[in-house]
């Protein structure tokens, strides 16, 4: 059985323990034993974390120990996944390059807050992580983040939609959905989510199930094997 760490805190306005629930029922159903914590320290064994297929931070702002930062990335260069959304992700620890450069990218703005209604842009063909799934429309925070060139885009949104200091220049498609990979370990972050709601809807829930998946059989990938669960015995080219 496929093993996956939960870790919630942070900023309560994202409501990390429940989007946690949602994503522990999302893993349970694919036969995960999960373990979920509410605390930092869950990341002080690094040893324990090296036998995890999964780690999903739900995480927003706050400090973290280098060490612990650390612990986490040997862990994924190892094999271990990555996968996580919106500000328990990629706004976890603002003062920590590491931990940004692991995920791919760093919040930075969502002109207009909560409420914007944009369309995210699939971008077909890209990955079989988004076979099946069309363009779609959201009513929340659309996030503008520092990415990391070396990401794999699977999803984009096109800034500006509200007026701000950035309207200006010229448009820009920025990502939503992305992979990389960090060592041998495979990375997924997808930039919805600002409440439970969001992470509820059907095709955030279904992206999220996807990524976790292909992040969970990374270890197998590396080791060789074929791993279980959907998008095993993908090419390393394919994503």
């Known amino acids: 059985m496929r093993r996956a760490l939960i870790l919630w805190g942070g900023w309560d306005g994202h409501q990390p323990k429940e989007v946690a629930e949602i994503f522990k029922n999302v893993l349970e159903r694919e036969n995960f034993e999960v373990e979920v914590s509410?605390?930092?320290?869950?990341?002080?064994?690094?040893?324990?974390?090296?036998?995890?297929?999964?780690?999903?931070?739900?995480?927003?702002?706050?400090?973290?120990?280098?060490?612990?930062?650390?612990?986490v990335s040997e862990a994924v260069q190892a094999g271990v996944g990555l996968a996580g959304c919106h500000g328990g992700m990629c706004d976890s620890f603002r003062e920590n390059v590491d931990w940004q450069f692991m995920t791919g990218g760093q919040w930075v703005a969502h002109p207009g807050n909560d409420g914007v209604e944009y369309t995210?842009?699939?971008?077909?063909?890209?990955?079989?992580?988004?076979?099946g799934i069309e363009d779609f429309e959201v009513k929340s925070e659309q996030y503008y983040l520092h990415v990391d060139p070396a990401v794999e885009v699977l999803a984009t949104t096109r800034f500006p939609v509200v007026p701000g200091p950035h309207s200006l220049n010229k448009a820009v498609d920025m990502?939503?959905?992305?992979?990389?990979?960090?060592?041998v370990g495979r990375v997924y972050y997808n930039s919805l989510g600002h409440q439970a709601n969001i992470v509820d809807m059907p095709v955030v829930t279904?992206?999220?199930?996807?990524?976790?998946?292909?992040?969970?059989?990374?270890?197998?990938?590396?080791?060789?094997?074929?791993?279980?669960?959907?998008?095993?015995?993908?090419?390393?080219n394919q994503l």
Do not use: H
């Open 38 to 71: 509410d605390t930092l320290e869950a990341f002080a064994d690094g040893e324990k974390l090296k036998e995890l297929d999964l780690i999903v931070p739900v995480w927003t702002m706050g400090r973290i120990e280098q060490a612990w930062v650390n612990n």
């Open 120 to 131: 995210v842009n699939v971008k077909a063909g890209s990955s079989p992580l988004t076979d």
């Open 175 to 183: 990502p939503v959905a992305w992979t990389k990979r960090w060592g």
């Open 206 to 236: 279904e992206l999220m199930r996807r990524g976790f998946l292909w992040c969970a059989d990374g270890k197998k990938a590396a080791a060789g094997t074929q791993g279980a669960g959907a998008y095993t015995g993908m090419a390393d």
